[in-house]
């Protein structure tokens, strides 16, 4: 097999909804401005239900660090990690990852968020 052909690592979460609606999470800057960056909330908020869209966010964010603390890259703490990786939309509506910081910019993800009433799942896989 080739070395492009092989994924670095991968990863998955799912989130309960109810935790980004609860207390009205949804408009708590501070809370949010530590979890996503500002064109993440921009979207998000814009939306009639933000919860659902956050919470896909937050997941995939969650499962990008799955995917590359599995793959042995130590010293990665979940806090900071959230604001140096965005989930975008591009002009098709389909989700991508962009990472910001200088030590991920190297990488690319293909991502998938689904959410339902009640549940945001997301898988990401680094490449």
Request: aromatic fraction near 6%.
């Amino acid at each position: 097999m080739r070395r492009s052909a092989l994924v670095p690592g991968v990863g998955v979460d799912i989130a309960e909804i109810s935790r980004f609606r609860r207390g009205g999470v949804a408009r708590k800057t501070k809370v949010l401005e530590r979890i996503f960056t500002k064109g993440e909330l921009s979207y998000c908020l814009a939306k009639m239900d933000p919860a659902p869209h956050l919470t896909a966010r937050f997941a995939a964010k969650e499962a990008a660090w799955k995917a590359l603390t599995s793959t042995k890259r130590s010293g990665m703490h979940i806090l900071p990690f959230l604001q140096e990786v965005e989930i975008v939309n591009g002009r098709s509506g389909r989700p991508r990852m962009r990472f910001m910081s200088r030590r991920l910019r190297k990488l690319s993800a293909l991502v998938s968020l689904a959410h339902s009433r009640t549940h945001a799942i997301a898988v990401v896989c680094i490449t």
